[in-house]
């Protein structure tokens, strides 16, 4: 169950209307998790730079969330460049832009259902 969250500091009109079902369409097979299970928020209008000086310059910072899916280091290393590939080659967004951060979830961290997906998995 991935979470994504994808933050820019651009209006939500100067996106692709359709931005996140790609992008969960191209990151469902790099995480081996299918794309109905994952669940995003895209945030826009962020008062949001690089660096200490406030910027124009599009920015974009990418969150991935996921049970199991970085607890080993090289998935990142693999996935990174593939999904710079989706930003620079799909949604023309330069290279410098973007952030991302990943995150390894337990079990125990996600609860839906009334429960935590650790105690769903054994019911």
Known sequence: ?????LL???????LPKDI????ITHLSPLLNKPAQNF???CETEKNMSKGPEVSDA??????????GSFEDPKTSNTITPEIFKFFTDELKINQDNIVMTFYNLRTSDVAKSGNTVEVLSRI
Not at 20 to 23: A, K, Y
């Open 1 to 5: 169950m991935p979470f994504v969250t």
């Open 8 to 14: 820019t500091n651009l209006k939500l009109a100067a």
């Open 20 to 23: 996140m079902p790609r992008l």
């Open 39 to 41: 669940n995003w928020v």
């Open 58 to 67: 599009p920015m974009y910072w990418l969150k991935i969330e996921s049970i």
